[in-house]
């Protein structure tokens, strides 16, 4: 076992619900182990709630963080942001290993088209990663988990039972979208709390108590390069295009001639159009974002 791992086998707590007992462990000091974007919540809880940040921090909108905090305010042991396929996700990997009674993952949100956080999270759970460390199956730009050991990869796949699926399609905005709606955001970490099976949309839940295992608490001390193969596509101007993308009305409409807005923020990119050409650009709702775009194309 690696020196810089420590296992921790703290007293269980055995939770008397009515006629059955369910196995709780208390977290290891120091838990949660990472910062980020985040809130805590209740430690004994089943669920964490992961909401893709689909911009920039300063420009969160107000319905992501209402997510957050409808989440956590509802029972959620952890909830928060995510942002990025590689160090966000080694972030929640280690801060999920850390508390054993993490059994399920609410994914909300809308996905970030470009760094495919959302994708990335469900294909770990589903494929693993390979001998590069790359998630199989995500189609991210660097789906890359180079700075925590597969060994935590492996438990957190198998400590979650189940990751619940509201992720949204890029650029949604309809609050009512189920993972956008703070209402049933509530209702899925609810359902997880049940001491009998409920059904939930598609998904069976309720509290099957903590992972049998010891938590792991392990800490991300060098925040490594990401490998020479994760920047296939990672020229610079693909990769400003990708940063240009998150501020774009990403509707797709194709009214400035290209097919998306991530093929006009790539060309914006290459300086091969403006910001001019984007017709929803100068509306009021876009105002922040377009000082941005022009500080960033400066």
């Known amino acids: 076992m690696p020196k810089s791992w ?3 086998s703290p007293p269980c707590l055995k939770v008397r ?6 196995l709780k462990v208390k977290p290891p000091d120091g ?3 990472e910062q980020g974007r985040y809130v805590r919540g209740n430690d004994y809880s089943p669920v964490a709630v992961c909401v893709i940040l689909d911009t920039f921090d300063f420009a969160i909108p107000p319905e992501l963080n209402e997510l957050v905090m409808s ?3 509802s029972g959620a042991a952890l ?3 995510l942002q990025t396929e590689n160090i966000g996700l080694e972030k929640i990997i280690c801060n999920i290993v850390a508390n054993p009674n993490i059994r399920y993952i609410i994914l909300c949100g809308r996905e970030s088209a470009g760094h495919l956080p959302g994708e990335s999270l469900l294909a770990l759970k589903q494929n693993g990663i390979d001998e590069t460390k790359r998630i199989i199956g995500s189609k991210a730009l660097t789906p890359y988990l180079s700075n925590i050991p597969t060994e935590l990869t492996d438990r957190f796949n198998q400590q979650i039972a189940s990751i619940i699926n509201l992720l949204c399609k890029p650029g949604e905005q309809d609050t ?7 209402k049933v955001i509530e209702e899925a970490v609810q359902s997880c709390y049940q001491e009998a099976p409920v059904v939930f949309m598609d998904y069976r839940l309720y509290d099957i108590g903590a992972y049998p295992e010891p938590a792991i608490f392990r800490k991300i001390v060098a ?3 990401q490998p020479q193969q994760a920047v296939e596509l990672g020229k ?3 990769s400003m295009g990708l940063v240009l993308h998150k501020l774009l009305p990403q509707t797709d409409c194709q009214k400035c001639g290209k097919r998306t807005c991530l093929a006009f923020a790539i060309d914006l990119a290459k300086d091969k159009c403006h910001l001019e050409d984007c017709p929803f650009l100068d509306q009021p709702e876009f105002t922040e974002n377009r000082k941005a775009l022009d500080k960033l194309l400066e």
């Not at 619900?17 to 369910?22: G, N, P």
């Not at 009512?176 to 709606?181: A, E, H, I, R, W």
């Open 176 to 182: 009512k979208s189920p993972g956008l709606n703070s």
């Open 71 to 73: 989440a956590v305010d």
């Open 79 to 81: 909830s928060g942001m």
């Open 17 to 22: 619900e009515s006629q059955y007992t369910m």
């Open 6 to 8: 420590k296992i921790f």
């Open 31 to 33: 838990y949660p182990p």
């Open 236 to 238: 610079s101007k693909m």
């Open 223 to 225: 925040k490594l390069n």
